[in-house]
């Protein structure tokens, strides 16, 4: 045979000529075989599976005939499945080899199923381009069962209306019925297996050679600081993000949503070196640094802190059966919330005094509040504050003015005032920064002592009314200082939180944890 189940020279003689005589000669019924034809084209004696008629039987043959061809076809697909993928084996060794020898940016993975796909493409359309015909699979099936040619002459003469060739058919028909096409044609290990399996165990070992080996330094360098300049990108992006989640959760800052957004914003100039990534997150950090440092440099913060200041002087009831001892307490540790939440346990002691011996505690809690009411008018005074502006030459009607209400054009006709009386640079800008944080303090607190003043009329039941307001009044005072206060605190964090972050990056941080 030529070929997995090819025909011989020999048998394509021997068949072709009994076909030609077949076809070549219709009266061939004389006694050329054993077996005696009638004119009816029945063969007598053959045994035809459930005495089926010839046209139909012929399936039988046929279908040996494709499993032989199947079978066939993947031997031959192996064959060709074995070589490819050693030649594959191969190609992704040499592949690997350059990889490793280089340090080259290869996806092998890719790489590896790419040629993998292509072997079996290919070997799959050489297999479809060379498959084995009918005439082939028959003489296959007649050699490997030693039929002596009877299958491919059966096939030979299918389709015939001569009586000598449905004789032949009818016996390839019986002989395709005795025989199994998987026992007879096997499937055959392919000849290039041993080489195939080599190219794939040399693939592995690629594997093994030592990166970079003929890496040239400068190659590596190069290579090494890009690693570090992605590194540190994804390290300061983690910082960045960690940066604008504690903003954004900052309700004093809610007015620097553009500098929040500056953080996402890529580096403008040309990152070289992992330490130009660090250099461009800082400027970022400054910038944005600066903006809430300008907002916290706001002059009504520093009232808050003068109030506070200034409500330490306040005198506290010595007696814990004093209604306003609580309150007092909380004004002079400067804090707000708790004095807001003592002047509306007040309100609602007031809503329940009905009876005539209420009277009295309402008379007492009216003197109390009139006491702190005073308490807070001469807080707002500062008569030091007023002293030393007129000794530098304000006027007394200008610095009560200025303290009652300050604008900027009065601040700046101090100054002018102060540095024609030969004050020096420092010493006005003390005293105005005075001034105006005076200005600010004093204003909460003659506010708090007129509201009080209000509700000190609360022994008066006609006036229990107005009473109620000033103590509603106090409150809502207390609050907006309470909320100045809140913000002052979530800007120093904010500051300190940027200052950390931004030490943290200019001491290089492990790329792994970014400084965290």
């Known amino acids: 045979m030529s070929g997995p189940g090819g025909l011989g020279p020999a048998s394509r003689g021997r068949i072709k000529g009994l076909a030609a005589r077949i076809s070549g000669n219709a009266d061939l019924v004389c006694y050329r075989t054993s077996v005696r034809i009638s004119c009816t084209g029945r063969v007598p004696g053959v045994n035809l599976p459930g005495g089926q008629p010839e046209a139909i039987a012929m399936t039988q043959l046929d279908r040996q005939i494709k499993k032989t061809q199947h079978r066939l076809w993947l031997n031959r697909w192996l064959h060709r499945a074995s070589f490819t993928i050693g030649v594959t084996a191969v190609v992704f060794a040499a592949c690997v080899l350059v990889q490793r020898l280089f340090d080259l940016p290869i996806p092998l993975q890719w790489a590896g199923g790419a040629l993998g796909g292509v072997a079996l493409i290919v070997c799959s359309i050489w297999t479809i381009a060379t498959r084995e015909g009918p005439v082939v699979a028959a003489a296959t099936l007649d050699g490997a069962a030693g039929l002596k040619e009877r299958i491919s002459s059966g096939y030979f003469c299918t389709g015939s209306d001569d009586a000598f060739a449905g004789a032949v058919v009818a016996d390839a028909q019986n002989a395709s019925a005795s025989v199994t096409v998987g026992r007879h044609v096997r499937l055959t290990v392919p000849r290039s297996l041993a080489a195939s399996t080599f190219s794939i165990i040399l693939a592995a070992l690629m594997f093994l050679v030592t990166p970079g080996l003929l890496k040239s330094a400068e190659a590596e360098a ?98 814990d059966d004093a209604p306003t001892q609580k309150l007092s307490k909380a004004l002079a540790k400067g804090d707000f919330k ?49 002293q030393e502006l007129e000794q530098a030459g304000i006027k007394k009607e200008d610095v009560d003015r ?20 030969g004050l020096g640079q420092k010493q006005i800008e003390s005293l105005a920064n005075k001034l105006q944080q005076q200005q600010k303090a004093g204003s909460a607190a003659k506010g708090l002592s007129k509201s009080l003043k209000k509700a000190a ?7 229990s009314g107005e009473a109620m307001g000033g103590l509603s009044q106090a409150a809502d005072q207390l609050s907006d200082l309470e909320t100045l206060e809140q913000e002052m605190s979530q800007l120093d964090s904010t500051i300190e939180s940027l200052q950390q972050a931004k030490n943290e990056l200019d001491n290089k941080p492990c790329p792994k944890c970014g400084g965290t």
């Open 402 to 421: 200025m303290l009652e209400n300050l604008s900027k054009k009065d601040l700046d006709q101090v100054k002018k005032q102060l540095e024609q009386k």
């Open 222 to 319: 190069d290579e090494q600081q890009e690693t570090q300049i992605r590194e540190t990108k994804v390290a300061v992006k983690r910082k960045m993000a960690q940066i604008r989640e504690m903003t954004e959760a900052n309700p004093a800052l809610e007015e620097l949503k553009e500098k929040l957004e500056a953080l996402d914003k890529p580096p403008t100039g040309r990152i070289q070196k992992p330490e130009d990534v660090r250099h461009e997150a800082v400027k970022k950090i400054d910038t944005l640094s600066d903006a809430v440092k300008r907002k916290r440099e706001d002059k009504k913060y520093d009232g808050v802190s003068e109030v506070r200041k200034a409500l330490r002087q306040l005198k506290v009831p010595r007696s």
């Open 338 to 386: 708790s004095a807001k939440e003592e002047i509306n346990k007040i309100k609602e002691q007031l809503a329940t005094l009905k009876s005539e011996e209420d009277k009295e505690m309402a008379k007492q809690l009216s003197k109390r509040l009139n006491d702190l009411s005073k308490q807070l008018e001469k807080l707002a005074e500062n008569k030091e504050l007023r």
């Open 457 to 463: 009329k609360c022994e008066n039941p006609g006036q």
